[in-house]
C-alpha cells in the first residue's frame, strides 16, 4: 500500500475493534507497528497474527507515565516514530440521571486524558525530526450530541477541539488528523451498563454497522498521503445512518 511501507504506527486500543483492524492493515501495507493496550493475551495474540512487522507493550492510556514508556518502548524498538493513532476509547452511555459519575470519570480519562498524554509521548520526539503523523479518533458522537450520548459526545467534541488545537500549532511540520466513525461493530456497546439504554438501542440502530475494515482503510489513506498533503477530518458511517 502506497505510502506506509517502512512507517512506525504505533496504535493504542489494539487489542479488539477499530485498533485491532488498523493494526492488521497498516502493517498488510508495511508498516511496523507497536500494538498498545491493557490486554496482554490479545496483543500477544494479535502480534502473533501480523508477524515481524508487530510488537507490543501493555499500556493503560490513562496514565500519563505509561503513555510515555509507550513512546519510549517505540523508539528503542524501531528507532523512531513516525505515526500516533490514538484510538483507546469507551462509551458506556447513560442518562444523566442515572448519576453514573465513575463512568463519567472513566470517559474523561481515557478517551481525553489517554489522547493528550499520547500526544505529549511523541509530539516533542516528531518535532525535533520536523516529521510526523497524529490521528485522533473522535466520532460522529463528536459532531452532535443526544440523550444519553452527553458526557460521550462532551469526550468526542474536546478530541476534534484537541486535534483543531494541534493541527494550528504545528502547521507545516506535522500532520494532525481526526477520524470520525459513525456506527462499527467494536465492543464500545458493551461498556454500557444503563438498561435503559441498552434496551432502546436496538430500535436506534437497526440497520447493518460498518467493519472495523472501512475505518483503518480510511486511516490508511491519511497517513499515506504525498508529506505535503494533510487529511485534516473523515467522517465515516453507514449509508443508512442519518446522524
Known amino acids: 500500500m502506497s505510502g506506509l511501507e517502512g512507517k512506525v504506527v504505533i ?59 509507550l513512546g519510549e518502548a517505540t523508539i528503542s524498538e524501531f528507532g523512531h516514530i513516525d505515526v500516533l493513532v490514538n484510538n483507546a476509547g469507551l462509551m458506556p452511555l447513560s442518562f444523566f440521571a442515572s448519576r453514573k459519575v465513575d463512568e463519567w470519570d472513566r470517559m474523561v480519562d481515557v478517551n481525553i486524558k489517554g489522547v493528550l498524554y499520547g500526544i505529549d509521548a511523541v509530539l516533542t520526539h516528531m518535532l525535533g525530526r520536523s516529521s510526523g503523523h497524529i490521528i485522533n479518533v473522535s466520532s460522529i458522537a463528536g459532531h452532535r450530541t443526544g440523550p444519553a450520548t452527553g458526557v460521550y459526545s462532551g469526550t468526542k467534541f ?33 461498556t454500557i451498563t444503563d438498561k435503559v439504554v441498552m434496551d432502546n438501542m436496538g430500535g436506534t440502530y437497526d440497520f447493518e454497522f460498518l467493519d472495523p475494515t472501512a475505518i483503518a482503510d480510511a486511516i490508511a489513506y491519511a497517513i499515506g498521503q504525498p508529506d505535503n498533503v494533510a487529511v485534516n477530518e473523515m467522517l465515516i458511517r453507514p449509508l443508512q445512518q442519518s446522524m
Open 11 to 69: 496504535v493504542t486500543g489494539a487489542s479488539s475493534g477499530i485498533g485491532a483492524q488498523v493494526a492488521k492493515t497498516l502493517a498488510a501495507g508495511g508498516a511496523k507497528v507497536m500494538l498498545a493496550a491493557r490486554r496482554q493475551d490479545r496483543l500477544d495474540a494479535l502480534v502473533d497474527e501480523i508477524g515481524a512487522n508487530a510488537k507490543a507493550h501493555v499500556t493503560d492510556v490513562s496514565n500519563h507515565q505509561s503513555m510515555l514508556e
Open 158 to 190: 474536546a478530541v476534534r477541539a484537541i486535534s483543531e488545537g494541534l493541527r494550528q500549532e504545528t502547521a507545516g511540520k506535522i500532520r494532525v488528523t481526526t477520524i470520525c466513525p459513525g456506527a462499527v461493530t467494536t465492543e464500545l456497546a458493551g
